[in-house]
């Protein structure tokens, strides 16, 4: 390695040879300077493996570099996009009361779970159909059905139990960056139904709602099990613009985005998205550790509420709930697993005693949904179905 003697720099050429009788020495121009030298200062080469390794860190940092630079503009061209549509949708009516009951520590308390919702999905398996449509009439099933037993029982509050993948991971950065404002087009449709179905039980209950994030939303590859980036979710956005929507008419509780308890009545709830409970059959074991392990820390939980499999499985300590979106391909063909479209239920009593409900929602031909904006649905569909890249 040869530097200039003039400027230091490493940008000499060979620039012919000089003779002196016998002796031959190599002249050099510096593209630098545009000194000539015969003279280069020579500098030792750098160890093979050294040099190796450090073109190795170089290429590595700058991958990393090229690849937050991608996912920081995909996310920041669908933020714009989220807030440009949510000027242009049509404000609903926000003048509902908190009812209050006159003897609210013996009223029964109910709890919608709202589990693997998916709304960006789109299935068609000859089985089982979603989209947009489906979904608003699922809700809306869910919400008559949800209703009935707690006008029966007398139920006064109402809490909704968020267990994440509301929205979609979207794996291919290439998609990430290209469907920005199909993705933001699809949440704001997600935000009018959970929204109006919100507004709707607001009328006549007190509705609060928690949430906890899934494993398909995150908007980045980061460690989600970190408190510090697991909020970086489309499910933890998605929570947050209802918070601001519906405030004053919801009261959200906002605490760990990975797992939560949450007082109701009488007895500890924990919500959790799944993904970490085992299958095969040791599900009540896992259960049970996850129960232990909030023991030693002083806590009790009286019942778990998780999904993520897509069926419904309701036990004496825990519920699973199955999917808004009922039996997808993966699950089809990949998984070999049959569900259908359900939403669990749930009443506390008093005294530590909770009934368990499953909301069957597969069959909704005869349901009026939610109307959603036209423009956006049409929208949704022409970006959905254009080939990215």
């Not at 060979?14 to 020495?25: A, D, E, L, M, Q």
């Not at 080469?45 to 390794?53: G, M, N, R, S």
């Not at 009261?251 to 007082?263: A, C, I, P, T």
């Not at 749930?346 to 031909?365: A, H, M, P, W």
Request: a neutral charge; charged letters at 25%.
């Amino acid at each position: 390695m040869k530097k200039c003697p003039n400027c230091g720099k490493q940008r000499l050429i060979k620039n012919g040879r000089h003779f002196r009788g016998s002796i031959v020495t190599q002249e050099y121009k510096c593209n630098f300077c545009g000194k000539y030298t015969s003279e280069p200062i020579v500098v030792p080469d750098i160890d093979v493996e050294e040099k190796q390794k450090a073109l190795d860190i170089n290429r590595i940092y700058r991958k990393r570099k090229r690849k937050e630079a991608r996912e920081s503009y995909s996310t920041k061209d669908y933020s714009e996009c989220i807030i440009d549509l949510l000027e242009r949708m049509k404000p609903e009516p926000k003048n509902f009361d908190f009812i209050k009951s006159n003897d609210k520590d013996r009223n029964p308390i109910g709890i919608i779970h709202i589990s693997d919702s998916h709304f960006l999905s789109k299935i068609d398996t000859g089985g089982n159909k979603f989209n947009f449509e489906i979904a608003s009439k699922r809700m809306m099933k869910l919400y008559l059905e949800a209703t009935e037993y707690f006008e029966t029982l007398g139920v006064i509050n109402v809490l909704i139990a968020i267990t994440g993948d509301m929205i979609d991971l979207e794996n291919h950065m290439d998609k990430k960056i290209g469907n920005s404002h199909n993705r933001a087009v699809g949440t704001v449709l997600a935000f009018q139904i959970l929204s109006k179905f919100m507004l709707d039980l607001s009328v006549n209950y007190n509705v609060s709602c928690a949430c906890v994030i899934g494993n398909e939303g995150r908007i980045t590859e980061k460690n989600v099990w970190k408190k510090d980036v697991a909020t970086n979710n489309y499910d933890w956005m998605l929570f947050n613009m209802l918070a601001l929507y519906l405030d004053g008419i919801v009261r959200f509780k906002k605490s760990n985005v990975l797992e939560d308890v949450v007082k109701v009545g009488d007895m500890n709830i924990l919500l959790l998205h799944g993904h970490s409970i085992s299958g095969n059959g040791k599900i009540e074991k896992t259960i049970q550790e996850i129960i232990g392990k909030y023991a030693m820390n002083g806590k009790i939980i009286h019942y778990v509420l998780f999904a993520h499999k897509h069926t419904a499985n309701i036990s004496d300590f825990f519920a699973r709930g199955a999917s808004l979106c009922g039996n997808d391909s993966y699950a089809h063909n990949a998984l070999h697993l049959n569900g259908k479209a359900s939403q669990n239920v749930f009443i506390i009593k008093g005294n530590k005693t909770i009934d368990s409900i499953r909301i069957d929602l597969q069959n909704v031909e005869d349901i009026i949904g939610y109307q959603l904006q036209e423009s956006f649905l049409e929208e949704f569909e022409v970006s959905f179905d254009e080939e990215v890249l």
